[in-house]
C-alpha cells in the first residue's frame, strides 16, 4: 500500500461511482459535504449503461421490502419507505428523461441508459462532487480519519461510504474490494453467491433438452420462495429466462427448481376438451406448449388420445407439466449474474443511515450489503434508497 500523505480531507469519499456511490455523492454534497468519488473504471455508470437492455429499468411503481432477499428481510423497509420510487421518477422528470412502464410495474428510459448516468453526473456536479476516474482502490487505513489507498493519491476522509457493488460481471469492473474492507473492520460478510442467473443442468439432461436451446414459454418457477410467473428459456447449458433468473435467487445446491408449464390451466376444462379431441396427446397438447417440448416430454402417454386413456392418467400427464421438477448442477456463475446475493450482513448496520453500528464513519450501500431485489428495477431502487439514507 502506498504511504504518501493526503493533501486534502474531505468529509466524505465514496468508493464506487456505480448508481448507489454517485447518488449518494450528489445527495451528501447537496446537503454541504466536500464529496470526492473514487472509480477505477475510466466511465462512470458501466452497470447502469447495459441495465435494462440499454434502457435501464430505474425503479418499480411497487417496491417493497417483500422483493428483496436478505438474510433479515424487514432491514430495508426503511431505506425504501424514506426514498421511494415516486422519489426518483420526479428526479427523472425534473431531467425531462422520457420513461414508459412495461410489464409488472417496471419502469424504463424511453431513449437510453446513458440519460440516467448524465442525470446522476450532473447532479453531482451541481452539487460539487469531484468524480475521480481511473483510481483503482487498493485499500483502506482508519486513523483518525479513513485514508483510502489507490493507484493514485491516497484520499482522506472523516467518513468513507463503500458502494463498490457485488461480484457481478467482473468484465464492467466489480472486485470484492467492499467485501474486503468489512471483514477488515471486523463486520460480517455472508457469503457472496450470483443471483438472477441462468442455470446449468448435467449432460443427461441436455440430451434430452439440449435442443430445446431458445424455445421458451409462458411458466410459474419456484426455488425455495416464492413463485414467479414470467418467461421461461431453454438454453444450451440449461435454463433462463425471467421466471427462471427471478427463481434462481432462492435456489440452492441439491435442491429442485419447480416449474409449471401450464400456469393458470383449468385442468377439469382441459380435460374435457383434451378428451373431444382425436389428435394423440403429443399433438392436442401443442396449442397449449411449445411442440419441440411435447417432442422431448418423457411420458409414452402422450403418444395416446386422451379418450383412449383412463382418466385419472390424463390428470397424472398435466400433473407432471404442472410440477416439472428440474435439479441445476449449478449457474452460470458470476460472469453471467445480474446481481449477487449475500454481502455485508445487515445486522452489522444502522437501517436508518447504513453505517456501521461498532465503526463510526464507515458506511456501507447499494449492492455489497446483503439486500438483493428481484428483477423488475427493485436493485436500482435499492441503490437509490440506499444511498439517500446514508
Ligand atoms: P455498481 O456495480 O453499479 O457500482 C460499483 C462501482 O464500484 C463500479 O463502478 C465499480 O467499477 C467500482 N469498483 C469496484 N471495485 C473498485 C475498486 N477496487 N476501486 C475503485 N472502484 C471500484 N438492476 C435494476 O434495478 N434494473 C435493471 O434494469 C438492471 N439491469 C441489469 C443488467 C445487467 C446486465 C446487470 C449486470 C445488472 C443489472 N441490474 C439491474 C442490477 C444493477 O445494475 C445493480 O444492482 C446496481 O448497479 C448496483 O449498484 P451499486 O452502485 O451498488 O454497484
Given at each position: 500500500?502506498?504511504?504518501?500523505?493526503?493533501?486534502?480531507?474531505?468529509?466524505?469519499?465514496?468508493?464506487?461511482?456505480?448508481?448507489?456511490?454517485?447518488?449518494?455523492?450528489?445527495?451528501?454534497?447537496?446537503?454541504?459535504?466536500?464529496?470526492?468519488?473514487?472509480?477505477?473504471?475510466?466511465?462512470?455508470?458501466?452497470?447502469?449503461?447495459?441495465?435494462?437492455?440499454?434502457?435501464?429499468?430505474?425503479?418499480?411503481?411497487?417496491?417493497?421490502?417483500?422483493?428483496?432477499?436478505?438474510?433479515?428481510?424487514?432491514?430495508?423497509?426503511?431505506?425504501?419507505?424514506?426514498?421511494?420510487?415516486?422519489?426518483?421518477?420526479?428526479?427523472?422528470?425534473?431531467?425531462?428523461?422520457?420513461?414508459?412502464?412495461?410489464?409488472?410495474?417496471?419502469?424504463?428510459?424511453?431513449?437510453?441508459?446513458?440519460?440516467?448516468?448524465?442525470?446522476?453526473?450532473?447532479?453531482?456536479?451541481?452539487?460539487?462532487?469531484?468524480?475521480?476516474?481511473?483510481?483503482?482502490?487498493?485499500?483502506?487505513?482508519?486513523?483518525?480519519?479513513?485514508?483510502?489507498?489507490?493507484?493514485?493519491?491516497?484520499?482522506?476522509?472523516?467518513?468513507?461510504?463503500?458502494?463498490?457493488?457485488?461480484?457481478?460481471?467482473?468484465?464492467?469492473?466489480?472486485?470484492?474490494?467492499?467485501?474486503?474492507?468489512?471483514?477488515?473492520?471486523?463486520?460480517?460478510?455472508?457469503?457472496?453467491?450470483?443471483?438472477?442467473?441462468?442455470?446449468?443442468?448435467?449432460?443427461?439432461?441436455?440430451?434430452r433438452y439440449?435442443a430445446l436451446a431458445g424455445v421458451s414459454l409462458?411458466v410459474?418457477?419456484?426455488?425455495?420462495?416464492?413463485?414467479?410467473?414470467?418467461?421461461l428459456?431453454f438454453?444450451?447449458?440449461?435454463?433462463?429466462?425471467?421466471?427462471?433468473?427471478?427463481?434462481?435467487?432462492?435456489?440452492?445446491?441439491?435442491?429442485?427448481?419447480?416449474v409449471?408449464l401450464l400456469?393458470?390451466?383449468?385442468?377439469?376444462?382441459?380435460?374435457?376438451?383434451?378428451?373431444?379431441?382425436?389428435?394423440?396427446?403429443r399433438?392436442?397438447l401443442a396449442?397449449l406448449l411449445p411442440s419441440r417440448l411435447l417432442q422431448q416430454w418423457p411420458d409414452?402417454?402422450l403418444?395416446?388420445?386422451?379418450?383412449?386413456?383412463?382418466?385419472?392418467?390424463?390428470?397424472?400427464?398435466?400433473?407432471?407439466l404442472?410440477?416439472w421438477?428440474?435439479?441445476?448442477?449449478?449457474?452460470?456463475?458470476?460472469?453471467?449474474?445480474?446481481?449477487?446475493?449475500?454481502?455485508?450482513?445487515?445486522?452489522?448496520?444502522?437501517?436508518?443511515?447504513?453505517?456501521?453500528?461498532?465503526?463510526?464513519?464507515?458506511?456501507?450501500?447499494?449492492?455489497?450489503?446483503?439486500?438483493?431485489?428481484?428483477?423488475?428495477?427493485?436493485?436500482?431502487?435499492?441503490?437509490?434508497?440506499?444511498?439517500?439514507?446514508?
Amino acid at each position: 500500500m502506498p504511504n504518501a500523505v493526503a493533501e486534502t480531507v474531505w468529509d466524505v469519499v465514496v468508493l464506487g461511482a456505480g448508481a448507489a456511490g454517485l447518488f449518494c455523492a450528489a445527495t451528501a454534497a447537496a446537503g454541504g459535504a466536500r464529496v470526492v468519488v473514487v472509480e477505477h473504471n475510466s466511465k462512470p455508470g458501466k452497470k447502469i449503461r447495459i441495465s435494462g437492455g440499454g434502457r435501464c429499468n430505474f425503479t418499480n411503481r411497487e417496491v417493497t421490502h417483500r422483493n428483496f432477499l436478505s438474510a433479515n428481510p424487514d432491514f430495508a423497509r426503511s431505506a425504501l419507505q424514506r426514498y421511494t420510487p415516486q422519489d426518483f421518477l420526479d428526479l427523472v422528470d425534473r431531467y425531462g428523461i422520457a420513461w414508459h412502464e412495461k410489464t409488472l410495474g417496471q419502469l424504463f428510459c424511453d431513449g437510453s441508459a446513458q440519460q440516467i448516468i448524465d442525470l446522476l453526473m450532473q447532479e453531482c456536479t451541481a452539487a460539487g462532487v469531484e468524480v475521480h476516474l481511473d483510481t483503482p482502490v487498493l485499500g483502506v487505513e482508519r486513523g483518525e480519519v479513513f485514508t483510502v489507498h489507490t493507484q493514485r493519491a491516497p484520499y482522506s476522509a472523516s467518513r468513507l461510504v463503500v458502494a463498490s457493488g457485488g461480484l457481478s460481471i467482473p468484465s464492467l469492473g466489480a472486485t470484492g474490494i467492499g467485501y474486503d474492507i468489512a471483514r477488515q473492520f471486523g463486520v460480517r460478510v455472508i457469503e457472496p453467491e450470483p443471483a438472477l442467473v441462468p442455470v446449468v443442468c448435467d449432460s443427461v439432461w441436455s440430451e434430452r433438452y439440449g435442443a430445446l436451446a431458445g424455445v421458451s414459454l409462458d411458466v410459474e418457477a419456484e426455488a425455495d420462495g416464492p413463485a414467479f410467473r414470467e418467461h421461461l428459456l431453454f438454453t444450451h447449458k440449461g435454463l433462463s429466462g425471467p421466471a427462471i433468473l427471478q427463481a434462481s435467487s432462492y435456489w440452492h445446491r441439491e435442491t429442485d427448481l419447480t416449474v409449471d408449464l401450464l400456469p393458470g390451466a383449468d385442468d377439469p376444462q382441459l380435460y374435457e376438451q383434451l378428451r373431444d379431441d382425436r389428435r394423440i396427446l403429443r399433438n392436442a397438447l401443442a396449442d397449449l406448449l411449445p411442440s419441440r417440448l411435447l417432442q422431448q416430454w418423457p411420458d409414452e402417454r402422450l403418444e395416446h388420445k386422451a379418450i383412449d386413456l383412463k382418466k385419472s392418467d390424463v390428470h397424472d400427464v398435466l400433473s407432471g407439466l404442472h410440477r416439472w421438477l428440474v435439479r441445476p448442477i449449478g449457474t452460470e456463475g458470476f460472469a453471467k449474474a445480474e446481481v449477487t446475493r449475500g454481502g455485508v450482513d445487515t445486522t452489522e448496520l444502522s437501517s436508518k443511515t447504513m453505517e456501521c453500528r461498532h465503526v463510526p464513519g464507515l458506511y456501507f450501500i447499494g449492492e455489497v450489503v446483503d439486500v438483493t431485489g428481484w428483477l423488475g428495477g427493485y436493485n436500482f431502487q435499492w441503490a437509490w434508497s440506499s444511498a439517500a439514507a446514508a
